[in-house]
């Protein structure tokens, strides 16, 4: 797949809809909101309203205690030097805040890896958010 074409909106879309399904990020019983509308706080409706303008794929869950809001953008550059698709990819907590962000590809066996030698967040590390990190089991 050339970067161009996978660079697309929709594919970024699939990829993120495929991280979140395929990592322990969102319980099994959690189903996903599929429109802005459907998010139960203004602050994440806010979010994914951001999300759009800057043209960043979004996708929200919910298992009707709690709420996730991920957003994620190809990484054209580590894309490239990679070969495969890489994500940069954005959790927030219900508050609408950046909760965690993180750089992240599929293996050749289909599994989500954090791409570990990238530095996540530019500038001072006491600005960082924390890391994405998987769900305990």
């Avoid at 709420?67 to 190809?74: V, Y």
């Avoid at 599994?111 to 305990?136: H, M, N, V």
């Amino acid at each position: 797949m050339r970067l161009q074409s996978i660079q697309q909106p929709k594919t970024v879309d699939r990829l993120l809809e495929s991280f979140v399904t395929g990592t322990s990020l969102v319980p099994p019983n959690a189903h996903q909101l599929r429109t802005a509308s459907a998010l139960p706080h203004h602050a994440l409706k806010s979010a994914a309203h951001q999300a759009q303008q800057k043209d960043r794929a979004w996708c929200a869950w919910t298992d009707d205690k709690r709420t996730w809001l991920f957003t994620a953008e190809m990484s054209p550059a580590l894309s490239q030097e990679r070969g495969i698709p890489v994500l940069e990819i954005r959790a927030y907590s219900e508050q609408g805040e950046l909760e965690a962000t993180g750089f992240w590809a599929r293996d050749k066996q289909g599994i989500w890896q954090r791409c570990a030698d990238t530095s996540d967040t530019p500038g001072d590390s006491s600005l960082r958010p924390k890391k994405l990190e998987l769900l305990p089991d």
